[in-house]
C-alpha cells in the first residue's frame, strides 16, 4: 500500500486510484468469478445486516442487544428531531449528539445520515442534478476501473452478492456521477466501501449527495491524486497515539512503522472494512455527528489496545509481527460495547486535531514543499457544516412518498349525512400520510433561514406519528 523512496515515505497512489487489484483484495478472494456469484447457492441465512452466513465479524457477542420497547422509543424521538431538524440543531444540538452515542433506529439511520451530513440540504439545492450525471457516458477509464471493483465491495451483503444486481448497478451510478461531479478527482477505489455502506441504508441519488459530504466536509482531500491528506491526518494520528499511549507510540517510533503502512485503509474507508458491523454502524452514527474526530479516536483505541502494553509487545518483537497483530485486531477490542465506551471516554477534541494538523502541515512544507492538492477546510462534524451553509425550512422539508385517500363512502353513510345539521363540522378526517423513508413535516409558512428559527422544541412528538 505504501513504499520508502529516498526523498521519504510516499504513498503509491496508483494503488488506491488506479488499479483495481489492490486495495479489496481481501473480499474479492472469498468470492470471484462470474459463474460463483451468479449462480451462488447457500443454506446460510442471512443475519439483519444483510450479510449472508453472518461476515464482516459479526457474532452474537459483537452487538448489543436493544430491547423493542426502546428502539420505538428512539424512533418517535428521532422522527420529532428530524421533522424540526433547524431548531434542534439550533438549539440543542448535544441532545443529538448523545442520541447519536446511544444508536441511531435502523429504520432511521439513513435518513438521519443524510441530514446529519448536509447531503439533504445539497441534495434540496441541486434538484435534478444527480439524473443529470446519471444520464451521462462518463470518463471510460475511470468506469473500466469503477466496473473491476464492483464485486469486490461487501461480497457477502445480500445487496451485491450478484454481479450485475441493483446494489452494483447503483453503486456504479454513484461512483461514475462523482467522477463527472469532481473531474480534477475521479474515482479513488477507496470510495467504493463508501458508497456500499451508504446504499445500504438510502436511494442512490441521496448516497451520491452523502458521498459528496463525506469527499468535501468530512474527509476533504483524501481521495485526491498523492493522498497527501492521509499522510497528513496520518501523522497527526502518531503524534496523538503520544499522548493516548505513551508505549505504543515509542514501539511504533522505535520499529519505524510509519503511520501510513496500517492506519490508510482504516481512514480512508471509514473503519467500515475493519470493524464489525454492529460497530461499523455505530462509529459511522458519530462521525456523521461529530466528524473525523470519531475515526481518529478509534484508531487511538486501537492503536493502545493492541500496542499499549509491554506484556502485549512480547508477541510482535519486530516490524513484521507488528503489523501482522495491527491487521488482525483482536474481536474483544472491537466489539459494539467496549468499543463505544473507550470512543466517548477518549479525551481527544477536534481542537487538538487542528492544533495538530498544523503542526505537521509546517512540518509537511518544510520537508516535501507545498500541498500539490489543495483541499477545502475541513468541517468537525454536522454543527459545523450547518453553520457553514445554513439551510432554509425549504431545504429540510420532508415528502410524504405514500398517501393514504380516505375511504370511500357508501349509500347508507350519505343518507345519515343529509340528516345531520349543515352547520356541524365534516367528521371525515383529511387524507393520511404514511411514509416509512420520509415522514411528512409541519407546514411551514416561510421559506426562512436557520438563524431566524425561534419555534419551541420538544422531546417528544405532539402529533401521532403514522411512521409506527
Same mark, same amino acid.
Given at each position: 500500500?505504501?513504499?520508502?523512496?529516498?526523498?521519504?515515505?510516499?504513498?503509491?497512489?496508483?494503488?488506491?486510484?488506479?488499479?483495481?487489484?489492490?486495495?479489496?483484495?481481501?473480499?474479492?478472494?472469498?468470492?470471484?468469478?462470474?459463474?460463483?456469484?451468479?449462480?451462488?447457492?447457500?443454506?446460510?441465512?442471512?443475519?439483519?445486516?444483510?450479510?449472508?452466513?453472518?461476515?464482516?465479524?459479526?457474532?452474537?457477542?459483537?452487538?448489543?442487544?436493544?430491547?423493542?420497547?426502546?428502539?420505538?422509543?428512539?424512533?418517535?424521538?428521532?422522527?420529532?428531531?428530524?421533522?424540526?431538524?433547524?431548531?434542534?440543531?439550533?438549539?440543542?444540538?448535544?441532545?443529538?449528539?448523545?442520541?447519536?452515542?446511544?444508536?441511531?433506529?435502523?429504520?432511521?439511520?439513513?435518513?438521519?445520515?443524510?441530514?446529519?451530513?448536509?447531503?439533504?440540504?445539497?441534495?434540496?439545492?441541486?434538484?435534478?442534478?444527480?439524473?443529470?450525471?446519471?444520464?451521462?457516458?462518463?470518463?471510460?477509464?475511470?468506469?473500466?476501473?469503477?466496473?473491476?471493483?464492483?464485486?469486490?465491495?461487501?461480497?457477502?451483503?445480500?445487496?451485491?452478492?450478484?454481479?450485475?444486481?441493483?446494489?452494483?448497478?447503483?453503486?456504479?451510478?454513484?461512483?461514475?456521477?462523482?467522477?463527472?461531479?469532481?473531474?480534477?478527482?475521479?474515482?479513488?477505489?477507496?470510495?467504493?466501501?463508501?458508497?456500499?455502506?451508504?446504499?445500504?441504508?438510502?436511494?442512490?441519488?441521496?448516497?451520491?449527495?452523502?458521498?459528496?459530504?463525506?469527499?468535501?466536509?468530512?474527509?476533504?482531500?483524501?481521495?485526491?491524486?498523492?493522498?497527501?491528506?492521509?499522510?497528513?491526518?496520518?501523522?497527526?494520528?502518531?503524534?496523538?497515539?503520544?499522548?493516548?499511549?505513551?508505549?505504543?507510540?515509542?514501539?511504533?517510533?522505535?520499529?519505524?512503522?510509519?503511520?501510513?503502512?496500517?492506519?490508510?485503509?482504516?481512514?480512508?474507508?471509514?473503519?467500515?472494512?475493519?470493524?464489525?458491523?454492529?460497530?461499523?454502524?455505530?462509529?459511522?452514527?458519530?462521525?456523521?455527528?461529530?466528524?473525523?474526530?470519531?475515526?481518529?479516536?478509534?484508531?487511538?483505541?486501537? #492503536?493502545?489496545?493492541?500496542?499499549? %502494553? &509491554?506484556?502485549? =509487545?512480547?508477541?510482535?518483537?519486530? @516490524?513484521?509481527? !507488528?503489523?501482522?497483530? +495491527?491487521?488482525?485486531?483482536?474481536?474483544?477490542?472491537?466489539?459494539?460495547?467496549?468499543?463505544?465506551?473507550?470512543?466517548?471516554?477518549?479525551?481527544?477534541?477536534?481542537?487538538?486535531?487542528?492544533?495538530?494538523?498544523?503542526?505537521?502541515?509546517?512540518?509537511?512544507?518544510?520537508?516535501?514543499?507545498?500541498?500539490?492538492?489543495?483541499?477545502?477546510?475541513?468541517?468537525?462534524?454536522?454543527?459545523?457544516?450547518?453553520?457553514?451553509?445554513?439551510?432554509?425550512?425549504?431545504?429540510?422539508?420532508?415528502?410524504?412518498?405514500?398517501?393514504?385517500?380516505?375511504?370511500?363512502?357508501?349509500?347508507?353513510?350519505?343518507?345519515?349525512?343529509?340528516?345531520?345539521?349543515?352547520?356541524?363540522?365534516?367528521?371525515?378526517?383529511?387524507?393520511?400520510? #404514511?411514509?416509512?423513508?420520509?415522514? %411528512? &413535516?409541519?407546514? =411551514?409558512?416561510?421559506?426562512?433561514? @436557520?438563524?431566524? !428559527?425561534?419555534?419551541? +422544541?420538544?422531546?417528544?412528538?405532539?402529533?401521532?406519528?403514522?411512521?409506527?
Amino acid at each position: 500500500m505504501a513504499r520508502n523512496q529516498e526523498n521519504g515515505l510516499q504513498t503509491d497512489s496508483q494503488n488506491l486510484r488506479g488499479n483495481s487489484e489492490n486495495l479489496l483484495e481481501r473480499e474479492s478472494s472469498s468470492i470471484g468469478s462470474d459463474s460463483e456469484i451468479n449462480g451462488f447457492t447457500t443454506e446460510k441465512h442471512t443475519d439483519k445486516y444483510g450479510f449472508i452466513g453472518g461476515a464482516q465479524q459479526h457474532t452474537e457477542e459483537s452487538a448489543q442487544d436493544i430491547p423493542p420497547e426502546v428502539v420505538r422509543q428512539r424512533e418517535v424521538k428521532w422522527l420529532d428531531m428530524l421533522n424540526s431538524w433547524d431548531k434542534w440543531m439550533a438549539k440543542r444540538h448535544k441532545k443529538i449528539k448523545l442520541r447519536c452515542q446511544k444508536g441511531i433506529p435502523p429504520s432511521l439511520r439513513g435518513r438521519a445520515w443524510l441530514f446529519l451530513s448536509g447531503g439533504k440540504v445539497k441534495l434540496e439545492q441541486n434538484h435534478g442534478k444527480f439524473q443529470e450525471l446519471d444520464s451521462k457516458v462518463g470518463d471510460p477509464n475511470w468506469l473500466d476501473v469503477i466496473e473491476k471493483d464492483l464485486h469486490r465491495q461487501f461480497p457477502f451483503h445480500e445487496m451485491f452478492v450478484s454481479r450485475g444486481g441493483h446494489g452494483q448497478q447503483d453503486l456504479y451510478r454513484v461512483l461514475k456521477a462523482y467522477t463527472l461531479y469532481r473531474p480534477e478527482e475521479g474515482y479513488c477505489q477507496a470510495q467504493a466501501p463508501i458508497a456500499a455502506v451508504l446504499l445500504m441504508h438510502m436511494p442512490a441519488e441521496e448516497a451520491f449527495w452523502c458521498l459528496v459530504q463525506i469527499c468535501e466536509k468530512y474527509l476533504p482531500g483524501y481521495y485526491s491524486a498523492g493522498l497527501e491528506a492521509i499522510q497528513l491526518d496520518g501523522e497527526v494520528l502518531f503524534a496523538l497515539l503520544r499522548r493516548v499511549s505513551t508505549v505504543a507510540y515509542k514501539h511504533l517510533k522505535k520499529h519505524k512503522i510509519d503511520p501510513v503502512l496500517y492506519m490508510t485503509e482504516w481512514f480512508m474507508c471509514a473503519f467500515s472494512r475493519t470493524l464489525p458491523w454492529a460497530s461499523v454502524l455505530r462509529v459511522w452514527d458519530m462521525f456523521f455527528c461529530e466528524g473525523v474526530k470519531i475515526i481518529f479516536r478509534v484508531g487511538l483505541v486501537l #492503536l493502545k489496545n493492541m500496542l499499549g %502494553s &509491554s506484556d502485549k =509487545l512480547k508477541v510482535c518483537q519486530g @516490524l513484521y509481527e !507488528s503489523m501482522e497483530l +495491527l491487521r488482525t485486531v483482536e474481536p474483544r477490542y472491537m466489539q459494539e460495547g467496549f468499543l463505544m465506551r473507550e470512543i466517548i471516554e477518549l479525551q481527544v477534541s477536534e481542537r487538538d486535531i487542528e492544533k495538530e494538523h498544523l503542526v505537521q502541515l509546517k512540518r509537511w512544507k518544510e520537508t516535501h514543499g507545498e500541498l500539490r492538492c489543495k483541499s477545502p477546510p475541513r468541517m468537525h462534524g454536522a454543527r459545523a457544516i450547518m453553520i457553514a451553509d445554513p439551510p432554509t425550512h425549504k431545504d429540510l422539508r420532508q415528502t410524504p412518498t405514500i398517501i393514504m385517500e380516505p375511504p370511500l363512502e357508501d349509500a347508507s353513510s350519505k343518507q345519515k349525512k343529509k340528516g345531520k345539521n349543515k352547520r356541524e363540522p365534516p367528521s371525515n378526517p383529511p387524507p393520511e400520510t #404514511l411514509s416509512p423513508a420520509h415522514p %411528512s &413535516s409541519p407546514t =411551514l409558512q416561510k421559506d426562512t433561514p @436557520l438563524q431566524q !428559527s425561534n419555534q419551541s +422544541l420538544s422531546s417528544s412528538s405532539t402529533e401521532q406519528d403514522t411512521y409506527l
